[in-house]
């Protein structure tokens, strides 16, 4: 009796695939919304490359400078180009002037407080023919809990984005 028990145990093989579902369900999930999620953080960064580039467009054609308010007329130019992925507000910047007119001697180095945050050393675009570096970075926050501490390692579940362009101005006073 009990043989026979066993034997059509054994040979029972209803609800087998809903069990192998139930096992790779949850890995499968998270495999699929960190590929997700990674892949919104490279549009992220591409976003704010591609803004940083725009607005060091205008500072070395001299636009932002003769526009009377340099730092606005760039803040606008960056910001546009960023279409809502990336928050404005959570942007910083820095515009470095060399001022031998090299950039042998400018410091590339970013700086950072405690918290991951850039230290902004200022903004000053120079005038025509000067070496500017034009710097860019934000934080991007992760949705899904554990892709944030595998990518970037803290505990916060973000990383953070740059994006640094080095440029000589043009000569746009004629």
């Known amino acids: 009796m009990i043989c026979s ?3 059509r145990w054994k040979k029972n093989k209803d609800g087998a695939v809903t069990v192998e579902f139930g096992l790779i369900f949850i890995p499968f999930i998270l495999l699929v919304l960190g590929i997700i999620e990674l892949a919104l953080m490279f549009t992220a960064a591409t976003m704010l490359e591609g803004g940083t580039h725009a607005a060091a ?3 070395r054609t001299g636009q932002a400078q003769e526009s009377g308010d340099a730092l606005t007329f760039f803040q606008n130019t960056l910001c546009g180009q960023l279409m ?3 928050d404005c507000n959570g942007v910083q910047h820095e515009v470095l002037l060399s ?3 090299s950039f042998t001697s400018m410091d590339f180095e970013p700086q950072f407080d405690e918290d991951g945050n850039m230290i902004s050393r200022g903004f000053d675009p120079g005038q025509e023919n000067s070496a500017i570096i034009v710097r860019t970075t934000y934080r991007y ?3 899904t809990p554990v892709i944030g501490t595998l990518v970037s390692g803290r505990a ?3 990383v953070t984005l740059m994006s640094t362009v080095a440029l ?3 000569p746009y006073d004629f």
Do not use: A, H, P
Request: glycine letters at 10%.
């Open 5 to 7: 028990l066993v034997k």
């Open 168 to 170: 000589r101005n043009e």
């Open 99 to 101: 001022f031998d007119g």
């Open 156 to 158: 916060d579940n973000s």
């Open 141 to 143: 926050q992760f949705i």
């Open 84 to 86: 809502g992925l990336v």
């Open 57 to 59: 467009r205008v500072l």
